[in-house]
């Protein structure tokens, strides 16, 4: 495909379960990023990856947040034991890797948990 | 500490009124500034990247200016399709682009 891509595009989550959320950079785009989007606000930083190395996880809420990138293109992000305060939409964005490259976005998975 | 504030919150404009939005920045040693678009339930889509103060970029009705401070998007005669939130962003001065956006501008354009 042309662009970044994410699936679930929805997904509904009992308090207490695992959620695993996927992108599919586009193709040959080194750097990938998660950020995570509350309603009316604007993304904000979770974590990058450089290939499959994970170079900075400063923006990931708790340890129950986790990420994973191991072949350099596909990544999953995993939360634990979801909490209501999770819900939110999680944005995948990817680069070519240069200091001014454009990220582009893909659609976003909107989680919602009861 | 980095941040980006961008007003205002929410706009309403008449079709071919033109108007602008706002997005001042604080970051030590800007490495860009983008603009992005987002329509509702889709991800944020690539409008400008402005680097240098005294720097434009136009698309269509739209037109990126920057400044040291800050930046402005420039909506010429608009139309109802512009209707969207408008994010601005920057680079932090952590290094690479983890980027810091703003709460973004709600633009409705009514027929």
């Known amino acids: 495909g042309a662009g970044v891509s994410q699936s679930p595009r929805y997904k509904v989550a009992k308090r207490g379960q695992d959620v695993a959320l996927r992108c599919d950079p586009i193709s040959g785009h080194v750097s990938l990023f998660w950020y995570q989007q509350a309603l009316g606000q604007g993304p904000e930083f979770l974590t990058y990856f450089q290939n499959e190395a994970q170079l900075d996880k400063s923006g990931l809420p708790s340890d129950r947040f986790f990420a994973e990138r191991p072949e350099g293109s596909v990544s999953t992000l995993k939360i634990q034991r979801t909490q209501q305060e999770d819900s939110a939409v999680y944005l995948c964005?990817?680069?070519?890797?240069?200091?001014?490259?454009?990220?582009?976005f893909g659609p976003g998975t909107r989680l919602l948990v009861l | 500490e980095d941040q980006v504030t961008q007003s205002p919150e929410a706009l309403r404009l008449q079709e071919g009124e033109s108007s602008s939005l706002n997005c001042s920045y604080t970051v030590s040693g800007l490495r860009g500034l983008f603009w992005y678009r987002q329509d509702p339930g889709k991800g944020p889509e690539f409008l400008f990247t402005?680097?240098?103060a005294g720097e434009e970029k136009e698309k269509e009705r739209l037109k990126a200016t920057l400044t040291k401070k800050e930046s402005f998007l420039h909506i010429t005669a608009p139309k109802p399709e512009d209707s969207a939130t408008y994010l601005c962003a920057v680079p932090t001065s952590g290094g690479y682009n983890k980027l810091i956006f703003g709460a973004g501008t709600r633009l409705a354009v009514h027929p």
């Open positions: 964005a990817s680069s070519l890797g240069g200091m001014k490259e454009t990220q582009y």
């Open positions: 402005l680097y240098s």
